[in-house]
């Protein structure tokens, strides 16, 4: 993902929204900015700061239509960006993980030659391999939120999303700690201010970017393979500590497990398990 910025003035913002207006591109809102014109391919974004910022593939021949020159002003870039992802929040056993990781020179491409992809689309066998050599080469940062601090935090927050953003600002920030970044790209799950909301001093001055499907970035992509690679290692720890299985997601045969642990531990040690706002505890309860 190359990305282009300019502070520009607001007659030149009216000139490329007009510009934007007769492509038909769509605009929208996002956290900080007057717009949004996005399509499948770029996004550019004009934020209040004068700032206009433009990402996408390819879009060299786009930024000279806006009338800028890229090649002489060198700031068409594939700059350093942080890129989180989740795992574990559709199943009921097990954490909450989410990952980051930032991109450098180097590993983009690195990544890409051995086949860092979506989590969802590797075995678990291959997510273990990659985590490793993605976190030597790469500045990252793993949250881990147990079942019981899970819910413990979800009692607070009372929404998933929120609970989501908290962690996905906690693993942004961990990274701005040890390397200063200016971008940050994450899966798109609710509402684009929640984590802007939930970071704090560094991360309020990045430029942070949700997408559907982010997961298609490398970068997320490898902080989504980070984040399933501990998800799988707590499992296993967990099924060690209890000796007995837990399955992933929320299937008939989770809430047979979930019989099974409540029948040989109890109903309320349940909890150092599970999430328990899932539908799954009505159906145990019934």
């Known amino acids: 993902m190359n990305t282009y910025s300019e502070k520009i003035t607001s007659q030149k913002a009216e000139e490329i929204k007009k510009y934007f207006t007769n492509k038909k591109v769509e605009f929208d809102t996002v956290q900080y900015a007057n717009w949004r014109a996005k399509t499948a391919s770029y996004q550019a974004i004009y934020y209040t700061s004068g700032k206009l910022l433009i990402q996408g593939k390819n879009i060299d021949t786009l930024i000279k239509d ?58 678990d066998k291959k997510i273990i391999e990659l985590a490793n050599k993605i976190k030597a080469n790469s500045i990252h940062s793993v949250i881990v939120i147990t079942p019981q601090k899970y819910n413990e935090l979800y009692s607070k927050f009372k929404n998933l999303n929120k609970l989501l953003a908290w962690a996905h600002a906690r693993a942004i920030e961990n990274i701005l700690e040890k390397s200063p970044c200016n971008y940050a790209l994450a899966d798109k799950f609710g509402d684009e201010s929640l984590i802007k909301n939930a970071l704090m001093q560094k991360g309020r001055k990045i430029i942070l970017n949700q997408m559907v499907r982010a997961e298609a970035d490398v970068i997320v992509a490898a902080a989504s393979i980070l984040a399933r690679a501990e998800f799988v290692k707590r499992m296993q720890d967990m099924e060690n500590k209890f000796e007995m299985q837990f399955s992933k997601g929320a299937s008939n045969l989770v809430v047979e497990q979930a019989q099974s642990f409540i029948q040989k531990y109890s109903f309320e040690r349940l909890n150092e398990t599970a999430k328990m706002h899932f539908k799954t505890v009505n159906e145990l309860l019934k």
């Open 66 to 123: 806006l009338g800028f020159e890229c090649e002489e002003t060198q700031t068409l870039t594939s700059e350093n960006y942080i890129g989180t992802d989740e795992s574990g929040k559709g199943d009921f056993f097990g954490p909450l993980v989410v990952a980051g990781v930032q991109s450098n020179d180097t590993n983009k491409k690195l990544f890409t030659k051995l086949g860092v992809k979506d989590s969802k689309k590797l075995d």
